[in-house]
């Protein structure tokens, strides 16, 4: 946790409210996201019980397993969800549109905007990973056969739990980590992942504080926890009784019609309450103005899902129970590039989260005092124009000279530290030498240097393009790492080893 976010949450706790730590959505939140509220059995390896799904405040859909411990209930409720999920897929695959690639000489296609799927809680999350995987290998044929549309869903299942780990994605988003990314509460992170209790402090009822409606949400009677784990009291005293009914009444068709009336309504019951409350999130998120680099990610999303709607429409395999080495490191990579990329550009985006960076000495801001927009560097081949500017700070610079810093309102544009001299009066003086962004030419154009007066922020983090890293190819790879056995000669001995 930084220091800016501790500060936070302590002026949270004060003040029984929780507190912006983000002056911008730092997330795409589509204009119909899919919102999907799932319950497990307790006591069973992620078996459904219910799930309350649809695209809009009105059109829930209840889905209920009578009895999850059968095996034909469990992928019945499967094709339900399919029967909902895929056409809603199917309604981002109509239009495309063309994207140039290598600098304009070509372009390629993609769908124009793409599906999002929002889920209560990271649990959610593992619940439909889980669930993707017991689906993607079923067989509409052979032993035990489920509906075709079973092992599609558990691909797209699988194709959005990988996306959620994707750093900066929206495609599957849980609410709480969506709500924690912009407002701090003065409870700990753990309790942060109750979406009651989250919701409690950042918009708490007329006369209640946040510890107070969070205290309210505690209590599972007037407020069910939002999944997919239920309350034991419920499941001992209503739950387990009216599964007991169901299965008890297989042979009297009326009695049956009852009972599963009955598990319906106590399920709706427990899930409606956090259907509400998920879209009361999609509202406070959606009054905050979105990054400026939110749609680029976005971009990201959309041509994941073009991708692997090809690969899925060109009949491609499932994705593996588990990657190869290779394909795990080349996988790790991704997502270490997209993690730091990720990190800079909500810095960029957003003066609260450049904050926590200047508390560490990676940025600092500075009011320009003497500029020289026309200086020209001639030491090389041909002259080039490097501009100068100084800049006088309160705060820290520990940059040394020759270190390249970048501003987040010309992210273009490098600066060099020329020279970082202390004032007597406790300030400090910084020299820059600018490249980039400013033309071919020996003259910048206006506005391409910063003026005097005006006020700056120079940071160390960069959103540079940054390249992807080299794996070696399947037939150079070792053979402890998934790659091509050894060769083996007539005696049975592999070559280059010596049995002894």
Request: aromatic share 6%; proline share 10%; glycine share 8%.
């Amino acid at each position: 946790m930084s220091t800016l976010r501790a500060f936070a949450r302590a002026q949270a706790l004060a003040a029984g409210v929780a507190q912006p730590v983000a002056t911008v959505r730092h997330l795409h939140l589509s204009e119909r996201p899919l919102v999907l509220v799932p319950l497990a059995m307790a006591g069973e390896a992620n078996a459904p019980l219910a799930a309350l799904v649809g695209d809009a405040p009105d059109a829930a859909r209840l889905l209920i397993v009578p009895q999850p411990r059968n095996r034909d209930q469990r992928f019945a409720f499967a094709a339900e969800l399919a029967a909902i999920v895929l056409p809603h897929l199917d309604g981002f695959r109509g239009v495309s549109e063309a994207v140039p690639v290598d600098r304009g000489r070509d372009v390629r296609y993609r769908h124009v905007d793409a599906p999002q799927l929002l889920v209560p809680n990271p649990a959610g999350i593992t619940f439909l990973r889980l669930l993707g995987r017991s689906t993607r290998f079923r067989r509409p044929d052979g032993e035990y056969p489920v509906h075709p549309s079973v092992p599609v869903l558990g691909r797209w299942l699988t194709f959005f739990a990988e996306r959620a780990e994707h750093p900066g994605s929206s495609a599957l988003l849980a609410m709480t980590d969506a709500l924690s990314l912009h407002w701090a509460t003065g409870q700990s992170v753990v309790e942060d992942l109750h979406l009651p209790a989250l919701l409690g402090w950042i918009d708490p009822p007329a006369g209640l504080t946040g510890a107070e409606a969070a205290a309210r949400a505690e209590d599972p009677a007037t407020c069910p926890p939002a999944g997919p784990a239920t309350d034991p009291d419920f499941d001992n005293t209503l739950l387990a009784p009216a599964i007991a009914a169901y299965t008890a009444a297989e042979d009297d068709p009326v009695a049956r019609a009852g009972a599963y009336a009955e598990l319906r309504r106590l399920l709706h019951e427990q899930l409606a309450p956090t259907w509400e409350l998920m879209w009361r999130g999609v509202g406070l998120l959606r009054a905050l103005p979105p990054g400026a680099r939110v749609a680029g990610r976005w971009d990201g999303d959309k041509d994941a899902f073009t991708g692997y709607a090809e690969h899925v429409d060109a009949g491609g395999a499932p994705q593996p129970r588990r990657d190869g080495a290779v394909t795990a490191a080349q996988r790790l990579h991704r997502l270490e590039r997209a993690l730091t990329s990720y990190a800079v550009q909500r810095a960029y985006d957003d003066p609260l989260v450049m904050a926590e960076h200047r508390l560490t000495g990676e940025a600092f801001v500075g009011e320009v005092t003497l500029v020289d927009p026309k200086r020209v560097d001639d030491t090389g081949k041909r002259p080039v124009l490097r501009p100068r500017i100084q800049l006088v700070t309160t705060e820290p610079v520990p940059m040394p000279a020759g270190a390249a810093l970048y501003s987040p309102a010309r992210p273009a544009q490098k600066a060099r530290v020329v020279f970082v001299t202390p004032a007597p009066d406790g300030k400090t003086e910084v020299v820059l030498e600018l490249s980039g962004g400013m033309g071919r030419g020996l003259t910048a154009p206006p506005g391409s240097v910063p003026e005097v007066g005006e006020r700056l922020c120079y940071t160390t983090l960069s959103d540079a393009f940054m390249p992807a890293g080299t794996f070696p190819a399947p037939e150079e790879t070792p053979w402890t790492h998934g790659g091509p056995p050894a060769v083996t000669g007539d005696s049975g001995e592999e070559s280059g080893l010596t049995l002894t």
